[in-house]
């Protein structure tokens, strides 16, 4: 899978919008941007998954780049639920590719 | 609908004791991953299985780790002669298709304690 880079941590204040970057710049066509996110003391739960086009659901929004180097996970309000690691990851397309974690964003959420 | 059940939630075992780890994966999933994640480290890849056969198993340690996943019943990850290495939260996942426009469903995983 392709490399990708995220902040190490971030905080937000409850209730308000979170931006969480991640850059791709290696990124092949074939490759899928998913996102996962893992509460404390809790499995990896799924996000949301794109390849082109900007993506929508109930947990959160996908912002993907016109060249595809980079994404953003936007959770339109963050509650303290929301505290968690947040995983990019570039899956191809190809079968037999699994999920590889890297070391995600650390998500700290403010009252 | 039921989501990855794994069993048990936390598991003891004294060094040199054998682990069985529990996989059920969600209905109609028949793709079943293993991956394990060390204190304060990352999630690591072990083991891809589909039902009766392993697909990938590049992540797994070529010594006391083993794991199947059967016709019937749940995916096995079997750790013989534990040593408090092998310490750690081992989830599971499914997926109905060995294809990136799925996502995987986690279990809540199992913490195993090496004493």
């Known amino acids: 899978d392709a490399k990708t880079t995220q902040p190490n941590s971030m905080e937000s204040n409850e209730e308000e919008p979170v931006h969480l970057p991640c850059n791709h710049s290696?990124?092949?066509?074939?490759?899928?941007i998913h996102w996962y996110r893992q509460l404390p003391s809790q499995g990896p739960e799924y996000v949301i998954h794109?390849?082109?086009s900007n993506v929508n659901n109930r947990m959160a929004s996908l912002a993907i780049a016109e060249d595809r180097k980079s994404s953003t996970l936007i959770l339109h309000r963050a509650t303290l639920r929301d505290a968690a690691v947040y995983y990019c990851?570039?899956?191809?397309?190809?079968?037999?590719?699994?999920?590889?974690f890297g070391g995600g964003t650390r998500l700290m959420v403010k009252p | 609908n039921a989501g990855v059940m794994q069993n048990p939630r936390h598991l003891v075992r004294r060094r040199g004791q054998e682990a069985r780890l529990r996989c059920s994966p969600m209905?109609?999933?028949?793709?079943v991953y293993w991956y394990r994640q060390l204190p304060e480290e990352g999630l690591k890849f072990m083991v891809y299985l589909q039902k009766e056969n392993i697909i990938d198993e590049s992540g797994m340690p070529k010594e006391r780790f083993s794991a199947e996943f059967p016709k019937e019943g749940p995916s096995i990850l079997r750790i013989q002669q534990v040593v408090r290495g092998d310490s750690a939260a081992y989830f599971c996942?499914?997926?109905?298709?060995?294809?990136?426009?799925?996502?995987?469903?986690f279990g809540s995983g199992t913490r195993l304690t090496v004493v």
């Open positions: 209905k109609g999933h028949s793709h």
């Open positions: 794109g390849l082109t």
């Open positions: 996942a499914s997926s109905p298709w060995d294809n990136s426009n799925y996502g995987y469903t």
């Open positions: 990851i570039l899956r191809d397309s190809g079968a037999g590719n699994m999920l590889t």
């Open positions: 290696t990124i092949s066509g074939t490759d899928y």
